[in-house]
């Protein structure tokens, strides 16, 4: 089983200094419709091989909640029915070029080597500490006292929706970063009763800005497949980006990652309000951009593609802008 961090550390008094919390803040605004930024490797380790999430339910998810975000963990690794497609292993096939971006730039055709995300550890915490958690004492304590400091072990905290989460719906909807001895963590927040508005979009009407469509939720919950949205877009920065020493834009403490740069985009035509072009079930109206096992289907976020330099979406060989 192979550890994830390297021994490359980084300066945790400036971290202080410059985050007044004691791990890395990850997660810059940015609005991609607006800004413009090119996503560069820096020299640091990204997450390769067997990456082992420690899956920590904090409170009382729903049932949906746990079946979605379980069923679209284990499609990451599995390539699916060729015949129903796309599948989400082709959004993830450019999360895992991106090990061909250290040396260079990626060869078009040239397959890259596997990135394998495994739940290898589930625990369920009933509220242990509080409905409220701050990132600067209770998310460390959690994660020492159940994670246990395990290396190889990634810490995936997720909330039930009647937990507040520090930092969370102002200006993101879940974050990842390290604390002590450099190791990490991601957290996803349920968007149903804190947030719907600011991280339950595309599924439900923004609360500010223009008002585009609203997408009807594949797997039938909001809550559900807004998370997926949120843990698909953080899972790919923590693997490109774990100690934010790898692939982003902007300063090194303030970074625009690889999800980051294409925030709010969907699928072709996406303009603010509007998420672009995807996938819609003619039977329930339910809106999509890729299978997954099970029946799934999942909305997927636009990623910076290091080949091109652009953000690529996985309906973009499918419609036109």
């Given at each position: 089983m192979a550890s994830f961090f390297s021994i490359r550390l980084v300066s945790f008094?400036?971290?202080?200094?410059?985050?007044?919390?004691?791990?890395?803040?990850?997660?810059?605004?940015?609005?991609?419709?607006?800004?413009?930024?090119?996503?560069?490797?820096?020299?640091?380790?990204?997450?390769?091989?067997?990456?082992?999430?420690?899956l920590i339910w904090y409170g009382k998810p729903e049932e949906?909640?746990?079946?979605?975000?379980?069923?679209?963990?284990?499609?990451?690794?599995?390539?699916?029915?060729?015949?129903?497609?796309?599948?989400?292993?082709?959004?993830?096939?450019?999360?895992?070029?991106?090990?061909?971006?250290?040396?260079?730039?990626?060869?078009?055709?040239?397959?890259?080597?596997?990135?394998?995300?495994?739940?290898?550890?589930?625990?369920?915490?009933?509220?242990a500490y509080g409905k409220v958690l701050t990132t600067q004492y209770d998310i460390p304590r959690l994660i020492k006292d159940v994670n246990r400091g395990d290396p190889n072990l990634l810490p995936l905290i997720i909330t039930a929706k009647d937990v507040s989460m520090h930092g969370l719906c102002a200006g993101k909807c879940?974050?990842?970063?390290?604390?002590?001895?450099?190791?990490?963590?991601?957290?996803?927040?349920?968007?149903?009763?804190?947030?719907?508005?600011?991280?339950?979009?595309?599924?439900?009407?923004?609360?500010?800005?223009?008002?585009?469509?609203?997408?009807k939720p594949p797997n039938k919950n909001m809550a559900a497949d807004a998370m997926v949205v949120a843990l698909a877009s953080t899972l790919v920065n923590t693997i490109t980006n774990p100690q934010n020493t790898g692939f982003y834009g902007g300063i090194e403490f303030d970074p625009i990652e690889s999800t980051t740069a294409c925030k709010g985009i969907f699928?072709?035509?996406?303009?603010?309000?509007?998420?672009?072009?995807?996938?819609?079930?003619?039977?329930?109206?339910?809106?999509?951009s890729a299978h997954g096992n099970n029946g799934r289907r999942f909305l997927l976020p636009a990623i910076w593609n290091p080949t091109t330099s652009t953000c690529w979406t996985i309906t973009s060989r499918y419609f036109s802008t």
């Open positions: 008094n400036l971290l202080l200094l410059l985050c007044f919390i004691p791990f890395i803040c990850y997660g810059a605004t940015f609005d991609p419709f607006t800004e413009k930024t090119k996503i560069t490797y820096h020299d640091g380790p990204i997450l390769t091989g067997m990456v082992n999430l420690h949906i909640q746990r079946e979605v975000i379980m069923d679209f963990l284990k499609t990451l690794s599995t390539e699916g029915n060729q015949k129903v497609q796309p599948h989400v292993s082709r959004w993830w096939n450019v999360v895992e070029s991106y090990q061909l971006a250290i040396k260079g730039k990626p060869t078009i055709g040239v397959e890259s080597p596997k990135i394998e995300v495994k739940v290898a550890k589930e625990d369920t915490i009933d509220y879940a974050d990842h970063g390290i604390f002590e001895n450099n190791k990490g963590f991601i957290v996803i927040g349920d968007p149903e009763i804190e947030c719907p508005g600011a991280c339950g979009w595309p599924f439900h009407e923004v609360d500010a800005g223009p008002k585009g469509p609203v997408f699928g072709p035509g996406a303009a603010p309000g509007n998420p672009g072009k995807v996938f819609t079930d003619r039977k329930t109206g339910e809106n999509f």
